[in-house]
């Protein structure tokens, strides 16, 4: 297992850093040399790329959308099942001053595009803090969002909430605002952010990425039949549900696990917040090892030790943590 330490404060830095910057750039218009190289690199996806697309809310067919790819600066981003047959846009804004501030959407190859707006400005626009506020409902009907493929979300600080769908792939990616998905089925879900928390209730996957700079991650009634991964600077960690294994990192955030069946193995880093994991009641065995500077293994339930391993039952489930000052606890449910 790798040791947590510079490598996370570095990297956390970095990514609060960039996060800061990218907000501005995202949010804000711009043009020029800034179109350019720096355009396609802060806001690629955020803002209408061309003039093929068509501007305002609008109510349009499900028939051959497949996919969603939608891209929002500041605000809210809603995604939820209608009960018509068509899949409606509608944005609330009050104060866009032109058309270059209103949605912009498109279809092109089974993929439903969005867009904020269109970019439009100076580089030292970006410095401005002007766009709009917009808030987002996507409403889609139940024979789409059953059968969804890749759904892509890129926002800057916007609040993104889904619910009641299932797909292939779910992607959200903010610079710091919050994540809130509940009742979603996908073969992988991906959530990355700079400092939004992140929320998830009655997730089913067969993976789980989550990656937070110093974002609050908090996951409650969720079925993950492959792997977890948790990567947080300075947030914490709470998951609740089945697994089928986990690897956590943190620097400084405390993590909690809540398993309602064995998982098969966990790893966990973590430089200086304690670990606390509830098993249940029928777990046939467990196998745990901690290299620790100051902290420390405790069990509310009778182990034995072999070598530095603390065993229980037949010892099949292992566990190995890394910590630098955090405590490990373990329960039974």
Request: with cysteine; proline share 2%; glycine share 10%.
């Amino acid at each position: 297992m790798k040791r947590p330490g510079l490598t996370i404060v570095v990297n956390a830095v970095v990514c609060l850093l960039l996060g800061n910057l990218l907000v501005g750039a995202m949010m804000l218009d711009h043009s020029g040399w800034l179109d350019g190289f720096l355009g396609d690199l802060f806001t690629n996806g955020i803002y209408a790329e061309d003039d093929s697309y068509s501007v305002g809310n609008t109510t349009l067919s499900a028939d051959g959308v497949t996919n969603i790819d939608l891209g929002w600066g500041a605000g809210s981003v809603t995604i939820r099942v209608g009960e018509g047959s068509s899949i409606e846009l509608t944005e609330d804004v009050s104060n866009a001053s032109d058309e270059n501030e209103i949605i912009h959407w498109k279809v092109e190859n089974e993929t439903l595009r969005i867009r904020c707006g269109r970019r439009n400005g100076t580089l030292l626009s970006i410095f401005n803090w002007n766009y709009p506020d917009k808030s987002l409902t996507l409403t889609i009907p139940a024979s789409l969002a059953e059968q969804l493929g890749t759904v892509e979300v890129r926002v800057a600080s916007a609040t993104v909430t889904a619910g009641d769908l299932r797909a292939r792939r779910l992607s959200v990616d903010t610079a710091s605002g919050a994540v809130k998905l509940s009742n979603i089925t996908a073969d992988a879900i991906e959530l990355n952010t700079a400092s939004g928390d992140l929320y998830g209730a009655n997730l089913t996957a067969e993976r789980l990425e989550l990656d937070g700079a110093s974002a609050k991650q908090s996951f409650t009634d969720c079925t993950v039949s492959g792997m977890v991964e948790c990567d947080t600077a300075s947030g914490s960690f709470f998951y609740s549900g089945s697994l089928g294994s986990l690897e956590a990192d943190t620097a400084s955030g405390n993590i909690e696990l809540h398993l309602t069946a064995p998982a098969g193995t966990l790893e966990i880093d973590s430089a200086s917040g304690n670990v606390t994991v509830t098993l249940p009641s029928d777990l046939p065995g467990l196998t745990a090892e901690m290299d620790s500077a100051s902290g420390d293994l405790i069990f509310d339930f009778a182990i034995r030790y072999q070598g530095d391993a603390a065993v229980y039952g037949d010892g099949s489930m292992k566990v190995e943590i890394d910590t630098a000052s955090g405590d490990a606890k373990f329960r039974m449910d």
